[in-house]
């Protein structure tokens, strides 16, 4: 078969060129316009908040709360006890009416309506102690006298509740999980008693943690002030993903720092305290600390997550045989990353739910199924079973070790419970020292296995490293509360 040239005419490559440049100049228009799209976006809404903020607003009220405060009327006269005169000036006093005058104190707050029948979440430092609140409605709509359902310092959230003669304007929760970082935000409250103000922002930071176990906040650079506390702050589907809590200040006023509970925790705060007027949560019934390279070495572990188990006192836990030096990897189903994350899904977990619990233990994992109890209730049952401990002493690894005595237990408070040997003295050139371990601590157990006299000490460090170990795991107590801490055998 015979090759056959294809004969092009000028005017048909010409067209072809007028197409080349068609396309490409369609391609890049649509690039202009893609990047112009993206920069409007990240400006904002390019009508602005104003929509937004005037649908939002008659759902967001102002709070005001006053307390009745005894002061005292004034000075007294100084009369001796016993004196002639303390009868007199008693009675005269007495005649002149109450010793002690009340005066009202007043505070000020924001709040939002969730139900049509008036359900109204807050915060709870809002109404802490409130003899009186009244809630105000946007716009001069009026205000009605509000009580509380319920209340939860943990979270500093509250629910109250008004009785309206109409159905009120409400808003909803939306998902914060699903909120990133640089997402707009819009906050609205009454700050600093000046009335409604709206503020915009974007979500700065996720899953802040202040000083609460089940702190869950978001960040957010829009101007949160005095007054703000208890607001909302909305997505721009114009749903509650927080509310407004904290801000970080050197001045008390707004530097763009400002903290919003998120809805994934006060969504289920709210809904227990509207069904029983308090919250309810998940008890495992362990205490924990995070894992730390040495700790991982010691244990065997590949990887630094989890929780460890430092102490185990009566409890579902005990029930499922979990015991101190155990690992929790996994908690109903989900990854455990750290101690403060095993808090929040314990907490988050319905009480009285049987879950399985993926823990590490000698070398493997095993699973337990543990039966969640209320944290409410919760009361740790110890031991109460004197053990004998031989007042001997020995020096290992720069701490001087002496078994328990009764002096010793009374002279740093040590409950009759526990058993182990006490620190009487240490180098502080020592590994021991600069782990954190100090003069008064009670070690409880070395390797996992406990220790009573310092001559179980000693052998312990002498098995680990007669076997090659790195390093070995300590259980220490101060003032009864646990930690682990992982040391060199031969250190």
Do not use: C
């Not at 967001?60 to 002639?84: F, H, Q, W």
């Not at 009186?132 to 310092?153: N, Q, S």
């Not at 782990?435 to 008064?440: C, E, F, N, S, T």
């Amino acid at each position: 078969m015979q090759n056959r040239a294809i004969a092009i005419t000028s005017e048909e490559w010409q067209t072809a060129r007028r197409i080349r440049q068609a396309l490409l100049m369609l391609l890049s228009a649509l690039a202009v316009f893609a990047l112009s799209f993206a920069r409007a976006e990240a400006r904002g809404p390019s009508e602005g908040f104003a929509d937004l903020a005037e649908k939002l607003s008659p759902s967001v009220v102002n709070i005001t709360t006053s307390t009745v405060v005894a002061t005292d009327s004034g000075p007294r006269p100084m009369v001796p006890e016993g004196s002639p005169l303390e009868d007199f000036f008693n009675d005269f006093l007495d005649r002149r009416g109450p010793r002690q005058r009340e005066r009202r104190g007043s505070a000020l707050g924001s709040g939002f309506v969730i139900s049509a029948d008036g359900y109204i979440v807050t915060n709870n430092h809002v109404i802490e102690e409130a003899d009186e609140i009244l809630v105000e409605f946007f716009d001069g709509a009026g205000e009605l006298p509000a009580t509380v359902i319920g209340t939860d310092p943990r979270t500093d959230i509250a629910l109250l509740k008004v009785e309206p003669e109409d159905p009120l304007p409400f808003v909803e929760f939306g998902d914060s999980d699903v909120a990133r970082v640089g997402d707009w935000v819009l906050a609205i409250g009454n700050p600093l008693g000046q009335g409604f103000s709206v503020s915009a922002g974007i979500i700065s930071a996720r899953n802040r943690s202040l000083q609460g176990a089940y702190d869950d906040f978001i960040q957010t650079d829009a101007a949160i002030n005095r007054g703000n506390s208890g607001g909302p702050l909305f997505n721009m589907d114009g749903k509650v993903i927080g509310v407004n809590t904290a801000i970080l200040s050197p001045n008390g006023g707004s530097i763009g720092i400002g903290f919003s509970m998120s809805s994934a925790v006060v969504t289920r705060v709210v809904g227990q305290l509207k069904e029983f007027g308090e919250t309810r949560r998940g008890w495992l019934g362990v205490s924990i600390q995070n894992v730390t390279p040495d700790v991982a070495e010691a244990l065997g572990l590949e990887d630094e997550g989890g929780a460890l188990v430092t102490d185990v006192p009566e409890g579902p836990a005990a029930d499922a045989g979990i015991i101190a030096g155990d690992v929790i990897l996994n908690f109903d189903g989900q990854p455990v990353a750290d101690t403060r994350e095993l808090v929040r899904m314990v907490g988050q977990t319905d009480v009285g739910k049987a879950v399985r619990v993926v823990i590490f233990r000698d070398g493997g994992t095993q699973t337990l199924r543990v039966t969640l109890g209320r944290r409410e209730l919760a009361e740790g049952v110890v031991d109460t079973d004197e053990g004998a401990a031989e007042p001997e002493e020995e020096t290992v690894l720069g701490m001087t070790l002496m078994g328990l005595t009764p002096e010793l237990r009374e002279e740093l408070n040590i409950d009759v419970s526990e058993r182990g040997v006490v620190v009487t003295g240490l180098d502080e050139s020592s590994e021991a020292f600069e782990k954190g371990i100090r003069v008064g601590d009670l070690i409880a157990e070395i390797g996992q296995q406990p220790v009573q006299t310092p001559a179980d000490v000693v052998a312990r460090f002498d098995a680990a490293k007669d076997a090659g170990r790195k390093s070995v795991l300590l259980l220490v107590r101060r003032d009864g509360q646990p930690r682990f801490v992982a040391l060199t055998p031969g250190g």
